[in-house]
């Protein structure tokens, strides 16, 4: 007995001594600078190829006029440059908003230069926390670089044998559920992420909180609620097609069971993230243990990796790996109806998770969309004016036009033929700053580096211990 007491004792000491340790250098760190790029207050963006995804013609030379971060002209005439204004010759390359991806989970700081170095200009992290609520806020004020956000809560889960999840936040009722969504109103999350174990009672207390408060609702089908339930409810999205496969299909292939799936999806016009690529990832390690030295992992924060690289080892001791490969090319051929059935689909990398990279999967998640017969085109609209419509942003994001947002990318080659000329992004304009070829390099350098174990862990503490 003494012998555990002392045990216990040892282990509380050392869980005060790392929290003593790791909040203060959490403290001192969380403003640390990470701003990149140079200010354009006035820019004359000329001789780019634009990429307009509203048309199906060949792309034109354009020249843009940029003031304060905001596009005031764009025209096929040559335009002279004013006093003041900082010229960039485009020199051919092409043009085209920024990729959101609507669907990632922000861990480290250095997340958000991988995110921003591969084109993606806004990202939705979901299962946020008050780390990404700070970075938001960072990246608004202009004190660090990254894609914007918007920034999803905790998700609200109830614990079930489909669901208990330690990053949770889990409740007990409708009563904790509304003090729950109350709480992260006033934190200052943009939407309400749900998981897949609520019951009826609990959604609707959620659903109706999030109605009152005028916050959207995102998130997992529940297995405990029908889909005509969750669509009805009025969602910003739904996650997953591998969620739908499980939850609305009962793990079916039946073509008639998913016919009526689309039906329905199209009468309630809830856009769907598809996240296939990680699932991709999973079923090829199941399937075969050496896809695992393929991945590359050098910019995922070393304490995430630590957590989650158990359990994708051990996935390849599950047997009958095939079935995972049958199951990945079905949800992509899930998507692949969807898209043609005319449902609102949105990009989603779901980077963070598992073995995901922030930036790069977005890119092969574009990939294996377009591998599934899906259109470059069709795609590249899902990461960009479908996605900004969702978030209710089309106003301002989204597209090249007078009035807009000026996040853009610059690229090699036309992205409706090439989706890989992401890979290797020429420059960038985003939050009022122009990125060349060096930054996005330095970015993704930079990206390397991380966090280090004391300033996560305080991070970890300061965004889920304190009120």
Known sequence: MKSTIKFISAGLFSLLLLVLISMPYAKLKQHAPMVMGTVCDRLLLKNVQWVDLNSHNKAQTVNLRLEQGEITLVTHMPLTAETGEMVIDGQQLYVMPGIIDMHVHIHDRHDLLATLAHGVTHVRSLNGSRKTLQFRDEIKQGQTTGPYMTVGSPAINQKSQYASASSHHFVNGPKEAIESVKQFHAMGFDVIKVYDGLRPDVFQSIVKTTQELGMPFAGHPSFFISTEGYLNAGAQSLE?????????????????HLNRLIVELKKFNVPVTANLIDFHHLAQVVNNPEYLKTLNTETINSNWLRIVLPGVTGLSEIPNGKDW????KFLGQMAKMFYDAGIPMLLGSDAGANLTLHGHASIEEMLLLNSFGISEEAILKSATTVAAKTLKLSEAYGSIQKGHEASLVLLKSDPRKDLSTFYD??????NNR?????????MKTLSKE??????????????????
Do not use: P
Not at 325 to 328: D, H
Not at 425 to 430: A, C, D, E
Not at 450 to 467: I, P, R, T
């Open 325 to 328: 490969l049958v199951k990945s």
């Open 450 to 467: 991380q966090m280090n174990h004391y300033e996560y862990m305080g991070w970890a503490l300061l965004s889920h211990v304190f009120d």
């Open 434 to 442: 122009y990125f060349n070829t060096e930054d996005i390099a330095s």
């Open 240 to 256: 997953h097609m591998e969620m739908l496969y499980q939850t609305a299909m009962d793990y079916s292939d039946d073509q008639h």
């Open 425 to 430: 992004v020429q420059g960038l304009i985003h």
